[in-house]
């Protein structure tokens, strides 16, 4: 089974649990942008997920800021198990609604044993890319911070 | 008093998502072609390096996953390689049939090809194997439709998109790919059609044609898209079709479409 980490999507979960959607959104659209065009799929469908996972992603923030080690694990594998289950559930929507739309055959799901394996292969993705995550997450607020005005007004 | 749901984020959520649905289902053909030709050509240099670092990548890491299976496999291929020895005393005689069976079918000369060889540089990265990208495109004479094979002549997909040093090959796996093909033992006609990535069949067959399993499938050539007689792949399971007025059946692609590295793209 070819199982690919969709690194974009952790990225976006990630970004959306430290600094929230509204800052996420024009991340999550230019990044799904970026892939629609290398993935040779129409503009907007890894627009749609991204976006769609950082809004959901997001009402997990605040627990995940404020929780202890074992919550902010919890919480951030049901993000990232959530995140995959909405990306592939949105796959599979919008192209059976396009396969539907244009060629009228009728709409089809399948998720089988795939998703789980998709699930664990992702989460231990993440627990590898995370810590790196977290440094580049604390280099550009401390940039962020330095280059932004407001945070010199007295 | 309770919560607003109509808050500027939800507002802005909401406009994302119908700005999405409406570049999804009503975009105008190759309205953002421009701006991926663009990104593909700028990409390309780092796209072949990383693709293939990251196959070589993946080969060292499934040889070191697999090292326990190899004296199995070993002993494998030594009776196997017993087999093919007295196999190729066979295939000698039948080569002569062959050549005249071929001549016999007017399949089409493999020699004869105007082949442009290339590189795979990128694939779906859905890993459904549903697409592949090369390494040669418009500069040296590729044109949208062409049919791509790999050495012995099985037919892998055709040339969807053209750029200037790169293609789009869609495969047989691919929902939109069809080829017109027939069954080499009995005759029976019918379109080869890939199912979303998931594997091909071999559809629209009449229920009067014979169809076994092993049987071999070639492309037909009818409606002029591919050349006939290359070979697409052997019948692994018969049924009918969900309206029950035709055969289907699944085949086994004569190429693992999942890692392919050199193809041919068939420019003539």
New interface residues.
């Given amino acids: 089974m ?3 980490p969709n690194l974009i999507l952790l990225f976006v979960v990630f970004w959306t649990l430290k600094a929230g ?2 800052k996420t ?1 024009k991340i999550a ?1 230019f990044s799904g942008i ?1 892939l629609d ?4 799929w ?4 890894n ?2 997920i991204l ?2 996972v950082s ?1 959901f992603a997001r009402f997990l923030g605040r627990r995940f800021l404020v929780g202890d080690f074992f919550f902010r694990s919890l919480w951030l594998m049901v993000a990232v198990s959530g995140a995959v289950i909405l990306n592939e559930f949105l ?1 599979q929507l ?2 059976s ?3 539907f ?1 244009q060629k009228g055959i009728p709409f ?1 799901f399948s998720f089988g044993w795939r998703i789980v394996l998709e699930i664990i292969f992702h989460l231990l993705t993440f627990a590898i890319i995370y810590w790196p995550l977290q440094k580049i997450e604390a280099l550009i607020s401390l940039y962020g911070r330095r280059i932004d005005p407001k945070y010199y007004v007295k | 008093m309770g919560r607003k749901f109509f808050t500027k ?1 939800t507002i ?2 909401l406009a ?2 119908v ?7 009503f ?1 105008p053909g190759g ?2 072609s421009p ?2 030709a663009l ?2 050509k700028l ?1 390309y240099p780092f796209q072949k390096t990383f693709y293939l670092v990251g196959q070589s990548t993946e080969r060292y890491l499934s040889l070191a996953g697999s090292f326990w299976e190899v004296k199995k496999e070993n002993d494998r291929l030594i009776k196997e390689n017993y087999f093919l020895q007295s196999e190729n005393s066979n295939l000698k005689e039948q080569k002569k049939e062959n050549e005249l069976l071929r001549n016999q079918l007017k399949l089409a000369p493999r020699e004869k090809f105007n082949l442009e060889a290339g590189f795979v540089i ?1 694939q ?4 459904l ?1 549903n ?1 592949i990208m090369i390494d040669k495109g418009k500069n040296v004479g590729i044109q949208t439709g062409m049919s791509v094979i790999i050495s012995q002549g099985i037919l892998v997909g055709r040339v969807e ?1 053209v750029f200037a040093d790169s293609a ?1 090959i869609i495969l047989l796996s691919h ?1 939109e790919s069809a080829v017109n093909a027939f069954d080499l033992e009995t005759g029976a006609k019918g379109v080869l059609k890939g199912e ?1 990535g998931l594997g091909v069949i071999l559809d629209l067959v009449s229920q009067k044609e014979v169809l076994n399993v092993g049987d071999t499938v070639l492309s037909s050539g009818l409606g002029g898209n591919f050349p006939k007689g290359l070979l697409l792949g052997k019948i692994q399971e018969v049924r009918v079709s969900a309206d029950k007025l035709f055969q289907q059946a699944v085949v086994n692609p004569g190429a693992k479409l ?1 890692s392919l590295e050199v193809v041919f793209v068939i420019k003539n």
């Fill in positions: 070819h199982l690919v959607f509204e959104l659209i970026i065009i290398f993935y040779f129409p503009i907007g469908i627009v749609l976006v769609t809004f796959t919008i192209f609604g396009l396969a739309f089809q | 984020r802005k959520f994302v998502v700005v999405c649905f409406g570049l999804i289902f975009n309205f953002f701006l991926r990104v593909l990409a990128g779906d990265p859905q890993g194997g697409w998109e789009r929902a979303y999942q």
